[in-house]
């Protein structure tokens, strides 16, 4: 007797948290991009830094985040900086700056610090920040079930 196994393919599932393409605010300092934005699973505002884009190749790029819950740890005031300067150390590696180089891990922190208060700032994630641009009724033509979907621009 043959047994089958079902395995539910949850990828269709997945939503990448950070989707750049929506932002509140992004601003460029030097090399490295600020993007002000929220987690697109948990609409918690975020401040995610790349490399500036004539830098980027598309397979490589690593965020790095600070989430508005951990703003704290990132300020002069609460923070330990111990783990602030490992933070940054590894920040400026996945924005492709030597991490051993102690000015490069201080220009990190002081990009951190510098857009503390503009994070803070930072909205409630809009409800529908996608514009509907087709609408459509799909058949299974196995069973005849019907399905709406609606196509959305993400610009």
């Not at 030097?30 to 995610?48: H, I, K, R, S, Y």
Request: charged share 25%; net charge negative.
């Amino acid at each position: 007797m043959t047994q089958h196994t079902t395995i539910e393919n949850d990828a269709a599932e997945y939503k990448a948290p950070y989707d750049l393409r929506i932002s509140h605010a992004t601003y460029r300092r030097g090399d490295v991009l600020v993007w002000l934005t929220w987690n697109q699973n948990t609409g918690e505002a975020a401040m995610v830094l790349t490399p500036r884009m004539e830098r980027i190749h598309h397979e490589r790029i690593i965020p790095c985040v600070v989430p508005l819950s951990r703003a704290w740890a990132w300020a002069e005031e609460t923070g330990d900086e111990g783990d602030i300067v490992v933070n940054a150390a590894l920040f400026a590696a996945n924005l492709g700056f030597n991490p051993n180089n102690l000015a490069n891990v201080r220009k990190i922190i002081g990009i951190v610090r510098n857009h503390l208060g503009d994070l803070l700032a930072v909205p409630p994630r809009p409800r529908d920040h996608h514009t509907i641009v087709a609408d459509m009724i799909v058949t299974d033509n196995a069973t005849g079930k019907t399905k709406h979907i609606e196509v959305k621009d993400h610009a």
